[in-house]
């Protein structure tokens, strides 16, 4: 079975700095995605960011990129700059061929002006 | 603009009452999906459905009714049985129900019991 491991509940960052969420995962699976989701204090999900695990290459959207690691099965996301409006809950998931995603239990970011 | 509308925002249940939670999209996505959210965790499938006429239960579809007469709709009914409702509940929708493929989310509906 699918396991994703969010392990750290709460991070905060100072606006303008970089701050890392961590993630790892567990799968049987050789082809699989991974997902980081926000949800804002308005609680809609909101994708940031999605890495195939067959690329190397990893995924960056603006000054959100994520470290992959795949023997390791980690997968962190970096958000660069730090903005009052990044602060939310960030969500990892993972998803194969099956027919859903399996999520982590969410990581808290609070941004310090 | 293409998006997903969930309705109402908040939702009030008295015991014994059953409720429907209502899922529209007009992205033209074959698949659909229920997920309900409780503080600190993340979130759990309760229904999907790839496809109109078809639908299968998640994690933790006891308690809860789906249907799917029409591709762009996929309302949720928390019945009697379900005890515990009062959670915020996620409607999402991707082109065709593979886990590859990105979900795109509703802004959610608030379920409270009276």
């Known amino acids: 079975a699918q396991t994703v491991t969010q392990s750290q509940p709460e991070m905060s960052v100072q606006e303008a700095e970089t701050v890392t969420l961590s993630c790892t995962y567990d799968t049987s699976e050789s082809d699989y995605y991974l997902f980081w989701y926000k949800q804002p204090p308005s609680r809609q999900m909101i994708l940031v960011i999605r890495?195939?695990?067959?690329k190397q290459q990893n995924a960056t959207e603006n000054r959100f990129s994520v470290n992959f690691q795949k023997a390791a099965k980690s997968f962190s996301l970096k958000i660069s700059d730090s903005q009052l409006g990044d602060a939310a809950m960030y969500f990892c998931a993972i998803g194969d061929s099956n027919y859903q995603l399996i999520w982590g239990a969410g990581t808290k970011l609070i941004i310090k002006p | 603009d293409g998006g997903i509308t969930q309705s109402p925002k908040y939702l009030f249940r008295k015991e014994g009452q059953n409720v429907t939670l209502s899922c529209e999209q007009n992205l033209n996505h074959d698949a659909m999906y229920w997920y309900r959210q409780d503080p600190g965790q993340g979130l759990r499938l309760i229904y999907y459905s790839q496809i109109v006429n078809d639908f299968q239960k998640g994690d933790i579809a006891e308690g809860y009714s789906v249907s799917r007469e029409k591709k762009e709709s996929f309302p949720l009914t928390v019945t009697s049985a379900q005890k515990n409702p009062t959670a915020f509940y996620l409607c999402?929708?991707?082109?065709?129900?593979?886990?590859?493929?990105?979900?795109?989310f509703g802004p959610g509906t608030r379920l409270l019991v009276l």
């Open positions: 999402a929708s991707s082109i065709g129900g593979h886990g590859q493929e990105t979900q795109y």
């Open positions: 890495q195939e695990a067959y």
